[in-house]
């Protein structure tokens, strides 16, 4: 297909040559599954992504939603394509037979995914969503929670939310002030009445979906009315738009919030129980809510890092065909316009572009696959730690690639008439969304790395078997001396922080996960360079380019990105305590 | 006042304390000038651009310039917001008392428009448009036409405008087929009649001044009709919108372009000479058209250097502020919310800020100064080398200020209801116009440095003289030793590049621009601690906080900025030639 989403040859060779997705279908639950199942279902996504959900990107961006008394209003052409997306069952594609899914392991759904991010971001934006309510109702819930309001969204009639923030909390989950109050039990199971206001709720409100299904982080007040402190007080709760008898709840929409970008995903400011208290139902028991919810951000962490890559992987695909195609210039002043592509300063832009774009989508599919291992305690640990390096390495230089390509297309590029600004204003959400650079920060250095989990020893583990295999190949044997060194940089600077005295140490956390994040990346430019130098001698065609690129890639990786490590480095072990000077009031 | 614009403080101390502004007054084009008078305009700019410039800012990105039967229509408030500044005499400031103009310093003019960028940009910028092409007519027009053209844009009566990119002809101006032929002479001069597009022509059109001034780059055919190739055919001529006699010249609104930000600023694609051919009379001789014109775009891209400046420094006062206000996480569970300054991290992005914005406000000063010595070869040679750098640093650090100033207010800085994601996406056109960032590397490398100009030794003794004076300062002589092994290094990085074959010396240009920017703003910000730790013992009050926040962002800079030039050197110390491969092909 001729489009500028993801390259298929691409794909084929991360998931199998690289990742060895076909060890997968040894597991009982993939048994069902082999090289042509997932071929289909790629070949469905490639084509509804490019057919249904790329035409109406720049329309979905120009019409915002918009609310009036009968709630939210959205484009009818993404409700027309969710409902296509539904119809072939995709909704469903990761869930097991017995709820009525295909069992498709998440690498498999999760690459389907990127496909529709590149096509439409805020369009794919509702599948996400309603995809991961539908999984924590299905783990969490009750039978009847299950049947009742996880189903409806499997098959893609009903859409899901995610109701976490608040007008005053943020990135600070324990300051939640939204109240559950103890309402009797029905057959859903114990029912609150909750009041309370909830902020940036994508997928909010909307008028394409038969139900919107809320899952609400409150906490229930004790016997003084007076609601717990801090976190461990949070519980879980399904509140759905309209009542499974058709009436409607008391959620309300107080108002939109008008983005940057992702603009076709409406996002709303709800308020619940204005008229008595919504009715909810609790997940699970009380006080397990963040617990419940984290399971699901992880997997919900490492979407935005697909989707961040898929927008890069775009962009770098229109620049692409862009710098081929204009021309700029002449190498002699009556000799023929030269394409841009032949400036050497646009040949920079475009192969850091593809660095990054391909890079970012090679590390979330690496986590996607760890998330498919059979759950065992190394591939965890192994991707608790990776969890916050796939979310922000991919949002910060995905939406660095989309700079870049902006920057390919010149004064073109700044204009809306081209996708790439779109593409530029979409991305910038993702260092936002989902817990911010900041917070990924303290999480890979306060939670995975400080406290001595054994997620870095698995690290240390796969990084020196890349060096050993890279070792023996001779054009990639000076690289395997560069990453060690870096990672022997990584190591230094971790025994500096834990020196730091108390919270001190997470100070130059984000720094650290930059410095982290390429060194990270580094190490699987690597390990993609020694599979691509095995493969290739069975490779042709396309899959051979593919092959080739990624050698090449490795090698600019190395050569103008790899050193940035020491420059972010150099605070972490320096300390130098400027940010804990007076400067901020003078 | 209280406003998010320049800090006035921070304006004095740089222009007294630091650049010995006094110092000028003693020059004889100077001599009416003072503390006083200068303290006056910066009075009124200051109050002028928070008061009738910055309460339009939304509005003017929200409803866009129309274009219709009449012609494009732009935002009235804009207009209004004009005149007021046109009937204080502001678009006079910079010109010789000869031309009805105040005589003011560059450097003084210069940081009044920053102000106006501040409040807003896309306003502001019909200003720098009008001034450089009245300038432009001025300095190498006829008497006759300096009286008809240069004095009502002086006047503010008459808006201009700079007709040079193409549709196909962008940064490579040799490629320019607009034409002019011959056709007469009168009391304007030489007349000719052009037909030909321009595209991305700022202020192409509008309905806010009583007429506007087309200064545009043309070729003259040959007795065969034929254009000379290249850049050393090009003329500049002066095509009015309406003719002296009130009737309309034979030029048209092909369209209008809609931007990504800058939205204010109509931007036109213009056909010349649909009927016939537009009316134009010759500045200066025929072929001088791109000398006459780099004289301004030196001017130009230092104002652009002003705007990205101005852009960094709102966004960081309102990121500071929001900082200050926010609450967000506790130290204890059943604490007060803390502000989120408290914030380690929130802290970080913010000295970056403040780094970023107040650095390259100071650079762009250290140039307009340059600008306003008597025109000595030391001066000149020195401002040709830091004009480049000017334009480039302040756009993409000032760019990366405002993607800080977003990433602070979390959720809320993505938006449209903050201004934060306005300054954002107003400022991603300053990498792109006046001069692309890599236009400006081959400018910098290529023009400036490996021919031999002396603006590097000029540039040497400087730095040499501010290590000097640093050495003898105790919390400052180590950063002089860091200075000066990061010269060395750019040292070693020019003969490293000066060796590669042919074009490829200008491969790098780019992450050499980088480095090289990242030397000088290294110098400047010691130059800056030398200056406030000399003034500290005389300052009190808001001088003397700004004075020690100078020190402090040096010793911020030092700490997390300097290394990276040895990271963006890496690649070209090393040329590893990844470039010239065939990696676009695979």
């Known amino acids: 297909m001729n489009h500028p989403l993801l390259r298929r040859a691409d794909v084929d060779f991360l998931l199998f040559d690289w990742l060895d997705l ?64 539904a119809q072939l069952g995709l909704f469903s594609a990761s869930f097991s037979t017995d709820l009525g899914g295909f069992g498709l392991p998440y690498a498999v759904t999760a690459t389907s995914y990127a496909w529709f991010a590149a096509a439409n971001a805020s369009t794919a934006a509702y599948i996400m ?67 309370g206001n909830k902020m940036w709720i ?40 309209a009542m499974p008898d058709g009436s409607r709840n008391d959620v309300a929409v107080a108002g939109l919030n008008h983005k940057m970008g992702y603009r076709g ?43 961040a890559a898929a927008l890069a992987y775009r962009g770098y695909q229109h620049a692409l065909a862009y710098a081929k195609d204009r021309g700029q210039g002449r190498t002699r002043p009556d000799g023929p316009q030269t394409p841009i592509i032949e400036h050497a300063d646009v040949r920079r832009m475009l192969v850091a572009q593809k660095c990054y774009a391909e890079g970012a989508l090679a590390l979330c599919m690496y986590c996607a696959r760890l998330v498919d291992e059979d759950k065992d305690a190394e591939s965890a640990a192994l991707l608790a730690l990776l969890t916050p390096v796939a ?43 989902e817990g911010t650079t900041g917070i990924q920060g303290m999480d ?84 993609l360079a020694v599979a691509a130098s095995r493969a290739l001698p069975q490779l042709s065609g396309d899959a051979r380019n593919v092959a080739k690129g990624k050698i090449l890639s490795c090698r600019y990786f190395y050569s103008y990105e790899l050193m940035k490590i020491t420059a972010w480095l150099t605070p972490v072990n320096d300390d130098c305590d400027i940010l804990n000077t007076s400067i901020y009031s003078l």
Chains 1, 2 share one sequence.
């Open 22 to 85: 076909d060890s997968l279908f040894e597991q009982e639950k993939f048994t069902d599954h082999n090289r042509e199942t997932i071929g289909a279902v790629f070949d469905l996504s490639e084509r509804l992504a490019a057919e249904v959900f790329m035409p109406h990107y720049k329309v979905s961006d120009s019409i915002e939603p918009y609310l009036d008394a009968d709630g939210v209003h959205v484009l009818p052409a993404i409700g027309d394509a969710l409902r296509q997306y």
């Open 391 to 433: 979310k922000t390495w991919s949002s910060e230089f995905g939406l660095a690639a989309n700079d870049l390509a902006i920057q390919v297309h010149g004064g073109y590029g700044y204009t809306r008439d081209f996708d790439v600004e779109q593409l530029y204003r979409d991305n910038r959400l993702n260092p936002i969304h």
């Open 202 to 241: 994508s997928g909010g409100d909307q008028d394409i979906s038969e139900n919107i299904v809320h899952l609400v982080l409150a906490k229930v007040p004790d016997a003084e009315g007076k609601l717990p402190t801090g976190t461990s007080g949070i519980s879980l709760f399904i509140v759905p738009r």
């Open 265 to 307: 995903t409406s996002n709303c400011l709800l308020n619940f129980g204005e008229n008595g208290g919504a009715i909810g139902w609790l997940v699970g028991s009380e006080g397990e809510g963040l617990r419940q919810m984290f399971m699901m951000m992880n997997e919900a962490r490492i979407s935005v890092g697909f989707g």
């Open 129 to 195: 969503l309603t995809v991961a309510n539908a999984r924590l109702i299905s783990t969490f819930g009750s039978p009847a929670q299950i049947e009742t309001f996880a189903l409806p969204q499997i098959e893609g009639r009903w859409f899901g939310t995610m109701c976490l923030s608040e007008p005053q909390a943020g990135s600070n989950l324990g300051d939640v002030q939204t109240r559950a109050a103890r309402d009797g039990e029905d057959e859903m199971g114990a029912r609150y009445r909750l009041t």
């Open 444 to 527: 890979l250095l306060g939670r995975k790395i400080l406290r001595g989990d054994k997620g870095l020893d698995v690290l240390r583990d796969r990084i020196a078997s890349t060096i050993a295999s890279a070792r023996d190949i001779t054009e990639l044997n000076v690289m395997a001396m560069q990453i060690r060194a870096s990672w022997r940089e990584i190591e230094t600077a971790i025994q500096a922080v834990g020196k730091r005295p108390g919270r001190r140490a997470l100070d130059d956390a984000t720094p650290f996960l930059f410095a982290f994040g390429h060194a990270v990346m580094g190490w699987l430019w690597l390990d």
